[in-house]
């Protein structure tokens, strides 16, 4: 079921040539100079940064987050909504991918002055931990709610099945990762009752 997963997750992944900057902007491409410690990302770009993140690997936990959570009103004010809050998310879980090369630049470079990296956002678990602790849930107890939505891994909306198994069946093991998410946004729709 989720090996066909890996296999799509090495496709997307491309070699950072594919992940080269996007903006042209000197603070990207030397994010370590000193007049760049308050370079803001543009918002547009990191938005659409996202939606080809979005679109490569529509199964990733930011999407579900821009899906579920950003596009209800109460939440659009949520900081981790944010173009750069959501990008760092995203970019953070899966940097290799077409869509990270700016943040890459900007904020993965061990000497970074740029403020806006530290930009703080919720701690989601990333794709590959989500689809671990799902495929390990779902091979433990195949008749869950929730399992079936994931025969096809590509289709399979992981943050959404993932925080319906811990409802369910909170004190699970694998749940370690929902339960850290869900004490940093309790109101977030994956926290409470699905």
Known sequence: MFGKFLVLFGLVCLPAAFSA???????????SNSSCVNYQYPPAAAMNNVMMLCRMMPQMPVCSIQNDVCNLSQFQNDPACSPF?????????MP???GCGDYKALCLNPSSVVKQCSFGVPPVPNTMTTTSNVKSICAEMPS??????????SACDLL???SQLCSDMPDMSQCGAWTTLCKAEPQWPFCTSN
Do not use: F
């Open 21 to 31: 900057p996007l903006v042209s902007d000197p603070c990207i491409t030397n994010s």
């Open 85 to 93: 809050g959501l990008w760092k998310i995203g970019c953070e879980d």
């Open 96 to 98: 290799g991918m077409m």
């Open 144 to 153: 869950m709610n929730g399992c079936d939505k994931c025969q096809k891994p």
């Open 160 to 162: 959404s099945v993932y």
